[in-house]
Structures are given as structure tokens and as C-alpha cells.
């Protein structure tokens, strides 16, 4: 059971570490930039500057807690505590496990040739993310201090690089050539072009569609709640909450988000949510970024249902755990990751996102500008 659990929550857990990690993270970008056009926006960096931090330490609980859970505590006392026959029987069991994952990972063979290609890829497109806009580099006449210098400043963002990327694969061989000086001595085949690392009709039949709609919608909802002038009467209604500090509205609220995404897809939660939460943030006059960014990563923390997150759902699958032990397991993770994450934003979030004060590509609706999120 423990191995099952840790397989579904290291997977919702490990979304929060990049922007691509999760469709709510996805979701959060586009609607800071739907909403505050004028922001510098949430891009994979500075995203992964809060996000990775906050996973380790989430991923360090749940392993904690997992072992305590199913192990009874063992892994604290070590191996001076597995002696005589329980050491024998334990030790026995860890060879036969090694064995098995030793025997799968022969069975996959070494690398192919296409697979090293996508490989290759996808870590260049990580690097294209990382140094497309490196705002910790201020450079004189106030343009991008990364590859995004060439251009426009606004025109290159992180979807470029994706676009490159995937265009790239749809002319990549996906073998070797094997003709002039490509060609071994051994090659008796005909000289013929390989075909793609990618083509069309695969990606029609394997691609979400059902994904880019929900996201779709997810757009469509941030931006009427501004053209319909929902959010100039959120923002008045708001402003009874002027009198809370900041760190408890943010603690009710991803409290609110974490169990409700458990009865709900934490796509449609954050779709629905974080269009309200950006209007709440100019209503109260706090950063924007204090209320969106931990809303969007409580849409991650779905440990106690099989309906909350794909990963719980394909687990529970199996058969092997029930809904009594994902709740009891899940319900004492949620709440430590939720301190984790309230703690995160009020620390180290605050100088990263500059939370301390009300930006000026906002608008304060409130009347009274707070400049104490954090305390």
C-alpha cells in the first residue's frame, strides 16, 4: 500500500516544481497575464525558483510520513534496530526487490537512437525555459538579459520554445541516415529517408485534446470576469475583508482549494478560482501573486480520494489500497503541505515575488494599499 501511495502523491506533488508541472500552473500564467497585462508575468523560471523548493520539502514530509505510516517507524532507528531473524528476512527482501528492478531495467536495452533524440530535445527546451528571460540580470537599457534579447521585448515567451521544439521533431529522422558518409559498411539496405520523430496523425490520436478545451475555458472565464464588470463588483464586495491579515486569507484559502479539489478536477477548481483571486488581491490591495501562486499549487495537494487527481485514480485502479486508507494517509498530508506551502509563500515568496508591496501594474480597489503580506 505504501509503495502505491508514495507512486500517486510523489506525482501530485512533483507538478508544483515547474510551470508545465500541472495544468492549474499553466492555468495561473495565463490568467496573470489575462488579467495584469502590464505584469512581468510567471514564466518557467521564476516559477521553479519558488515551485522546486516547496516540492522538496512537501516530497520530504510525504516520504516521512509514509514510512511512519506503513513501517512503523523503522527507518528512524536504522539498522542497528534489524537484528536476528527480521534483519535476516528484511535483508532478504531488499535483494529480491533490487533483482526486480535490476531485471526490468535490463529488459528495456540500452538507448535507441530515437529516444536519445528526444531526450536531447527536451533538454534543450529546459534550457530555453531557464535562459529565455533571466530577471536577476539587470542589464542597462532594460531589455532581457537572455536569449530573448534578440527580439521584441514580449514577443518571445515560454510557449516559442515549446512550439520550436515540438516543429523540430516533425523533421528529426528517427534513425540515423544511411546514406554517403552516413552509411556503415554493413548497411545493405536501399539509401531511403527515415521517417519522423513525430507525425501528424500520432499526434491526433494521442494528443488531449480534451485538455487544450478545459484550458480554453479556463481563458475564457478569466477574461469575461473583467469584460462582464464581475470583477469591478467582486473588488467592491471584497473590501469587507480588508480588516483580515493577508497570511490568514491565504491560509483559508488554500485550505478551501485543497479539499475541494478533492471532490473536484483541480483543472476546473483553479479555472473557476484564480480569475476570483486576482480580483480579491486588488479588492484587499495585497499582491496578486500572493493570493494566485499558492491557490494554484493547493489545486496539487488531492492525497485523500481516488477522484482527485488521474494519479490517485490509476492507482487505486490496481485494487490493492481502498478509500479509508487514502483518506487517512491523505488527510494528515494535506494538512502538513499546506503549512509547508503557507510558510513558503510568507518566507522566502516575499523577496523572490516581491510580495511586500502592492505593484503598480494592479489596481488597488480597496482604497488602503497593504504592504505587510507577509506579517
Not at 506525482?11 to 492549474?24: F, K, R, Y
Not at 463588483?233 to 480588516?243: A, E, K, T, Y
Request: charged fraction near 10%.
Amino acid at each position: 500500500k505504501g509503495v502505491l501511495l508514495c507512486i500517486c502523491y510523489s506525482a501530485n506533488i512533483g507538478g508544483i516544481a515547474t510551470l508545465t508541472g500541472t495544468v492549474p500552473n499553466v492555468l495561473a500564467a495565463e490568467t496573470v497575464e489575462i488579467m495584469f497585462p502590464k505584469s512581468p508575468g510567471i514564466d518557467f523560471s521564476n516559477w521553479f525558483s519558488f515551485g522546486f523548493p516547496t516540492m522538496v520539502i512537501t516530497l520530504v514530509l510525504a516520504w516521512i510520513w509514509l514510512q511512519w505510516l506503513f513501517l512503523d517507524g523503522s527507518f528512524i532507528s536504522g539498522c542497528t534496530s534489524q537484528r536476528g531473524c527480521r534483519g535476516s528476512c528484511q535483508s532478504s527482501q531488499n535483494d529480491a526487490a533490487y533483482k526486480a528492478v535490476k531485471r526490468q531495467y535490463d529488459d528495456l536495452g540500452p538507448f535507441s537512437f530515437a529516444e536519445m533524440v528526444v531526450l536531447g530535445h527536451f533538454v534543450l527546451l529546459v534550457l530555453l525555459w531557464f535562459f529565455r528571460d533571466m530577471k536577476f540580470i539587470h542589464l542597462e537599457n532594460g531589455q532581457a538579459a537572455g536569449w530573448t534579447y534578440f527580439f521584441v521585448r514580449g514577443y518571445v515567451t515560454d510557449s516559442t520554445a515549446v512550439i520550436l521544439i515540438s516543429t523540430v521533431l516533425f523533421f528529426w529522422p528517427s534513425r540515423p541516415p544511411n546514406f554517403l558518409c552516413c552509411r556503415s559498411d554493413g548497411d545493405t539496405n536501399p539509401p531511403e529517408p527515415a521517417p519522423p520523430i513525430l507525425d501528424w496523425p500520432t499526434v491526433q490520436a494521442l494528443f488531449p485534446w480534451e485538455v487544450i478545451l478545459l484550458l480554453g475555458g479556463g481563458f475564457a472565464i478569466a477574461d469575461g470576469v473583467q469584460v462582464s464588470g464581475l470583477s469591478d463588483w467582486l473588488g467592491q464586495s471584497f473590501r469587507v475583508l480588508d480588516g483580515f491579515p493577508p497570511a490568514a486569507i491565504v491560509l483559508i484559502i488554500t485550505i478551501i482549494i485543497a479539499f475541494l479539489t478533492e471532490f473536484s478536477s483541480n483543472t476546473s477548481t483553479a479555472a473557476i478560482f484564480l480569475p476570483v483571486l486576482g480580483t480579491l488581491a486588488e479588492g484587499i490591495c495585497v499582491h496578486p501573486y500572493y493570493l494566485i501562486i499558492p491557490a494554484t499549487i493547493a489545486c496539487s495537494f488531492a492525497f485523500m480520494l481516488p477522484v482527485a487527481t488521474p494519479p490517485n485514480a490509476i492507482v487505486f485502479s490496481y485494487g490493492r489500497i481502498n478509500v479509508v486508507d487514502m483518506a487517512k494517509c491523505g488527510l494528515v498530508l494535506n494538512l502538513a503541505c499546506i503549512v509547508v506551502l503557507n510558510v513558503a509563500i510568507n518566507t522566502y515568496g516575499v523577496p523572490l515575488y516581491h510580495l511586500h508591496q502592492f505593484p503598480g501594474w494592479a489596481t488597488c480597489s480597496g482604497g488602503i494599499t497593504n504592504t505587510t503580506t507577509a506579517n
